[in-house]
């Protein structure tokens, strides 16, 4: 079996003319095989010396022609241009083409032409498309593992059939990233339009809908100095994600929602991201705290014998990853044993069912501070089926319609409620609808509750001004 490629310039007269004559070929002889690669003239320079650097090729006009080994594999077999290729038709074969100019020229104006309606159909059916673009910056992080098929769960984003997913790592391995996108692609998701990877910022959160921080950076493991140690920690946090906020001022979409997960200075980057993007509603930023809050809950289950999805309604105030305060004023226990049962539905409040006072003002913050600790130590991983877990719980409230019963704690930007400084980033209740987020005004905040927030947001005021006199410092050395 005899297969040959023919690629030329859309409007070269001589591709046309090879073209009529490969037609021939294959008409007459059963064996004869031809691919035609039309491209456009603005396009044929670069595509020729991929070609050629690709195969080892020298060959610097339009048409080019070539042999496929079709029964070894291997590269091309280099034949020609249009004379190699006449002369070759004419040798093995006894067909020759007795194209004359004019026809040529004309035919070679409608490959032109036709291949210009190929390129706006294209471009036509990309628009039409019009995926939603999901960038997740920090791909690297084993979270991501974890999250990526999650992402597609059906009902998650209503409406929406295609999804571009963007893996960002600034500095991470172009190699690792190619696998992971690799690994992405076998899923076989039908509404997975296209994975790009991006080890660089060149082109970070362009078009971008929605955007998943994973960040976290390390300590400096010389410094035994703890303030020095979060000074540096701040200093990196400060200088990446105002770029990151710029970035996404520049490119994203101005509608693009954008959740911050991770263990340190969550608070810190979502602020950091708001101040560099005034374009962008600053209710479109949300630091999770979804995961602190489930992890409350797990050892409030423990205490009180029942499961972790027995308990709702915990409220954590202030800085997610750092001082932080867990409120049960609100929180419901369900199926818990004790004296007085009920139907399904039926619930308790937590405060009422834990007599041990003693160990909810001592072990129990204990216990939830270290929680995520120890369950690292004993894995030597991050905690990524829980963060995913809390991503998930935020995006279905999000983008769907949640119960106006539902309570959730998120980091958003404080208007004064609560008697929190405005524009800081704080830890709250909310309430999801309409895939909108707003403040729950039906709490109480007793003076005890107001002392523990003022000692939160001061630690919160303390970071932003250690990274704004960090940024400044920056700025005059530049």
Excluded at 5 to 12: E, F, N, Q, R, T
Aim: with cysteine; net charge negative.
């Amino acid at each position: 079996m005899a297969k040959f490629v023919l690629a030329g310039k859309a409007d070269c007269p001589y591709y046309a003319k090879a073209e009529l004559l490969a037609d021939v070929l294959q008409r007459n002889l059963p064996d004869f095989h031809i691919h035609k690669i039309c491209v456009h003239p603005s396009d044929w320079e670069k595509w020729l010396e991929d070609a050629c650097a690709c195969n080892g090729w020298e060959h610097s006009r339009s048409p080019v022609v070539w042999r496929e080994l079709t029964d070894r594999g291997g590269k091309g077999l280099l034949l020609g241009g249009f004379s190699d290729f006449l002369e070759h038709a004419q040798g093995y074969y006894g067909i020759t083409s007795d194209m004359n100019s004019d026809l040529m020229l004309k035919i070679s104006a409608e490959n032109r032409q036709t291949k210009e309606l190929c390129i706006e159909e294209e471009i036509h059916r990309h628009m039409s498309l019009r995926p939603l673009h999901i960038w997740i910056s920090s791909a690297l992080n084993p979270i991501c593992y974890s999250l990526i098929p999650q992402l597609f769960s059906p009902g998650l984003f209503p409406g929406l059939p295609t999804f571009s997913l963007h893996l960002m790592d600034a500095g991470g391995s172009e190699e690792m990233l190619q696998g992971l996108k690799m690994e992405t692609e076998d899923l076989a998701l039908h509404q997975l339009h296209e994975v790009t990877v991006h080890s660089d910022q060149t082109r970070a959160f362009q078009e971008a809908h929605f955007i998943i921080f994973l960040d976290d950076l390390q300590p400096a493991c010389e410094s035994n100095d703890v303030q020095d140690d979060k000074d540096h920690m701040v200093s990196q946090v400060a200088e990446r994600f105002r770029c990151y906020g710029q970035l996404i001022e520049a490119n994203a979409q101005k509608d693009v929602r954008v959740i911050i997960a991770g263990d340190s200075f969550v608070n810190l980057k979502c602020s950091l991201l708001i101040e560099n993007t005034p374009s962008v509603d600053p209710h479109n930023f949300m630091a999770m705290t979804t995961q602190l809050e489930y992890e409350a809950k797990t050892q409030l289950a423990q205490k009180l014998s029942v499961k972790t999805a027995d308990i709702t309604n915990v409220i954590v105030w202030g800085n997610i990853s750092g001082s932080f305060h867990i409120d049960l004023q609100r929180a419901k226990v369900f199926r818990c044993d004790g004296a007085i049962w009920g139907p399904d539905g039926f619930s308790q409040q937590v405060m009422e069912m834990i007599y041990d006072w003693k160990w909810l003002q001592t072990d129990f913050m204990s216990l939830v501070h270290k929680h995520r600790t120890t369950i690292s130590s004993k894995t030597n991983k991050a905690t990524a089926i829980s963060t995913t877990n809390g991503i998930m719980t935020i995006l279905k409230a999000w983008n769907n319609d949640a119960s106006p019963e539902d309570v959730f704690s998120l980091g958003v930007i404080s208007t004064g409620q609560f008697g929190i400084p405005a524009g800081l980033v704080f830890s709250v209740p909310v309430s999801f609808r309409d895939g909108c987020w707003s403040v729950r005004s039906d709490v109480t905040v007793t003076d005890e509750l107001r002392q523990k927030l003022n000692a939160c947001a001061d630690e919160l005021k303390m970071e932003r001004d250690i990274a704004a006199r960090i940024l400044k410092m920056h700025d005059r050395l530049q």
